[in-house]
């Protein structure tokens, strides 16, 4: 009798043990960060008004697509809105920009701070497009403060919208001579047919694309190179939005790590 009661108590301890791992594995890492903004966000800036995540990022139905970024939940800017870091004339300068866009454009709908981070095209719950769902307060800031308040003049941030490697790195030739040797050779990959692009980091240098490698993002814009496929630098190419690292890097920056991912120096 005793016997029994023991396996079953060490059989309730197994599955508690693993519905632990399983659930940490689901949703964890966004969760733990400032980018939880809902009840459940370990703040600085949370709002009463939902324990949803994703609802401040992301909508399942009626995103903007204005940009090729994921079902993006808010309003993105006229790319005009914004000053570029080429604006400053650094003579060094000899990448092209491409008009403010991409997946840097979803991370200043935030960071510009323009709007309010309650302001979502498709609210919690009801379906209804308003623009502050106004069922919540904000404990801390509705927009981000300080130096995470990136604004709409980008001529002080590093370049975005920024072509990889002094530009001319198209599929035909990823590792041209002609390409600026101040660089480390980006990876290509055509998936479901579009050209991705990626610098390997220290982490994963594998040849594959990883979360912890630094992402390029492919643009094609008429007025550079007569519109091929090349990789840019994004928001993104140096952040994970949902990783749980010290300021959403994609590595840690010991040893400046990410700027040496991509800079020869
Ligand atoms: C603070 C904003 C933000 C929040 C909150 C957020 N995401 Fe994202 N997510 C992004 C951005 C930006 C991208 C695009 C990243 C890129 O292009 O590399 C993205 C990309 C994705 C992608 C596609 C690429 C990938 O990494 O797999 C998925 C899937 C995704 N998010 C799911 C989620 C889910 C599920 C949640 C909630 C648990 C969530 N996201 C919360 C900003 C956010
Ligand atoms: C994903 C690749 C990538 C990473 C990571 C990266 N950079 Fe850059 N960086 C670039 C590109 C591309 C340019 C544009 C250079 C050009 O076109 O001349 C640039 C430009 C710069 C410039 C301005 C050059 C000029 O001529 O005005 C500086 C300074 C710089 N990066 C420093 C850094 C530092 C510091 C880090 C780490 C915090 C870093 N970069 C991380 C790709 C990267
Ligand atoms: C829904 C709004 C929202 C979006 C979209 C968003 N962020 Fe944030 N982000 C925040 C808030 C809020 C904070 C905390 C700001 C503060 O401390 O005042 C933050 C903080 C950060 C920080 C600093 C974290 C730290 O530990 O200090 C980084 C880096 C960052 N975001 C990068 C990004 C990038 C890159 C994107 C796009 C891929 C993005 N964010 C999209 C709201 C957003
Ligand atoms: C080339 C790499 C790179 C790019 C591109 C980049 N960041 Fe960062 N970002 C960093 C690094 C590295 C840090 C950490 C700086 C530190 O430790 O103070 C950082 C820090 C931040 C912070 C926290 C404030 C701070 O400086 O400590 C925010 C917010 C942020 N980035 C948002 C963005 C947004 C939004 C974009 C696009 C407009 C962007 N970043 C583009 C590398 C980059």
């Not at 660089?183 to 220290?202: K, L, M, Q, S, Y």
Request: hydrophobic letters at 35%.
């Amino acid at each position: 009798m005793k016997k029994q009661m023991l396996r079953l108590k060490i059989g309730r301890l197994a599955i508690l043990t693993v519905s632990f791992f399983g659930a940490g594995n689901g949703y964890a890492a966004v969760a733990n960060t400032a980018h939880n903004l809902g009840t459940t966000g370990p703040g600085p800036n949370t709002y009463s008004g939902t324990a949803e995540i994703c609802v401040f990022c992301h909508t399942p139905h009626g995103g903007d697509n204005s940009a090729s970024v994921p079902l993006w939940n808010k309003t993105l800017a006229a790319p005009a809105s914004y000053t570029t870091y080429d604006s400053l004339g650094t003579t060094s300068l000899d990448g092209a920009t491409a008009p403010v866009g991409s997946v840097s454009i979803a991370c200043l709908s935030c960071h510009d701070g323009t709007q309010a981070m309650d302001t979502v095209l498709n609210q919690p719950g009801s379906g209804a497009v308003v623009a502050n769902y106004g069922e919540g307060v904000w404990t801390g800031n509705s927009i981000p403060q300080g130096i995470a308040l990136i604004g709409q003049d980008l001529s002080n941030d590093h370049p975005i919208g920024i072509q990889y490697g002094g530009g001319g790195i198209t599929e035909a030739s990823p590792l041209a001579t002609t390409n600026d040797t101040d660089f480390v050779a980006p990876n290509n990959a055509t998936i479901n047919g579009n050209t991705v692009w990626w610098v390997d980091t220290e982490v994963a240098p594998n040849g594959t694309r990883q979360k912890t490698d630094m992402q390029l993002y492919t643009r094609s814009v008429a007025a550079i190179d007569a519109g091929a496929n090349q990789p840019f630098v994004e928001c993104a190419s140096c952040h994970d939005p949902h990783s749980e690292n010290n300021t959403f890097l994609r590595v840690s920056n010991d040893g400046s790590a990410v700027c040496l991912a991509c800079h020869t120096k």
